[in-house]
């Protein structure tokens, strides 16, 4: 079962059941890249990435069809640059604080409840801007990850039932090594494409 980390990542990633314990690019310096930064749609879906500090962004997801309430979560996020691949990491990254959205009772304005939580379990995408300015945001398959972990490539686990779920625990330095490779980004395969609207 996936764990239950936020609504905007199972919409990210379309339920991967894949993370990794280290983000990936830890092994070096990052500059985060502000070029993600704005507010992208893919049908009713929009993402507002918005920049936080120095080197993460607050990622708020809005879903719903007009006329309803729609779901609505926020959570942090890096960016990562690892060879020429670069790769967004959703989830707890730098502190033990997950941004969960509740609705207030008169369903008005929502405000941010903070949440401790005991894992440092992180959700990657890997992620590229197009020539027309589209955001395309690809999600770790399963089935290769597992694959990966079972032969050896990646340090980690994978369960037998399905869908497999998959830790990926390999060090940071190893970890980027082999997704700055063409076996890393082999591991993408279900992207989404979002269009910049402000």
């Not at 080197?55 to 979560?73: H, M, Q, S, T, W």
């Not at 995408?125 to 955001?135: I, V, W």
Request: proline letters at 7%.
């Amino acid at each position: 079962m996936i764990p239950r980390l936020s609504l905007v990542v199972a919409a990210l990633l379309c339920a991967s059941c894949t993370t990794t314990k280290y983000p990936i690019g830890a092994s070096t310096p990052q500059t985060p890249d502000l070029t993600i930064a704005g507010t992208w749609q893919a049908s009713s879906q929009f993402l507002h990435i918005i920049p936080e500090d120095k080197d993460r962004f607050v990622v708020a997801y809005i879903n719903g069809p007009p006329g309803e309430r729609p779901e609505l979560d926020v959570v942090q996020a890096t960016t990562a640059l690892v060879g020429t691949n670069r790769f967004l990491n959703v989830g707890r990254v730098s502190d033990d604080l997950l941004h969960s959205v509740v609705w207030l009772d008169d369903d008005t304005l929502p405000e941010i409840e903070k949440k401790h939580t005991a894992n440092a379990e992180l959700w990657p995408l890997l992620y590229r801007l197009s020539a027309e300015n589209k955001l395309i945001t690809c999600f770790i398959d399963n089935d290769a990850a597992a694959a990966a972990v079972r032969s050896g490539q990646l340090a980690g686990t994978a369960t037998n039932e399905k869908p497999v779920t998959v830790h990926i625990d390999a060090e940071p330095a190893v970890l980027d090594q082999f997704m700055a490779s063409p076996s890393g980004t082999a591991l993408f395969k279900g992207c989404w494409t979002w269009h910049k609207i402000h």
